[in-house]
């Protein structure tokens, strides 16, 4: 299964304690595809560096960039489908360049998704997602 998972989601996957963990682990344990592209890889670091230390975010950086489940896809043509937070739209374009299943978020600038019947971008929250990764344990 082929994912794009958005910054905040990744975030709140990655603590051992979190409600969310499987999802974390299910990218270290090859399950899931993890899409990325430069721009996203770029934030995660970034925002991670900014929530925790330069450490911390660079070996879960390097972490990802080496599994072989972590693909990075360059998009070729941007979509533009999110005006509200034109940030968000590398997630979009990343989705659709790598023939994402899902894109993975709890952000609200996503939900326009649900509307666009061209390219057609499966959202889906973080809950959601969690619930089937468990169902197909």
Known sequence: MRIVLDTNALLISIPTRSPYRVVFDSILNGDITLLISNDIISEYMEVLERKTNYMVASNITELLLNLKNVIKIEPYFNWFLIDNDPDDNK????????????????DKHFQVLNKVDFPKVELIEIKSFLEKLNDGR
Do not use: E, K, P, R
């Open 91 to 106: 997630f979009v374009d990343c989705a659709i360049a790598g023939n994402a299943m899902f894109l993975v978020s709890n």
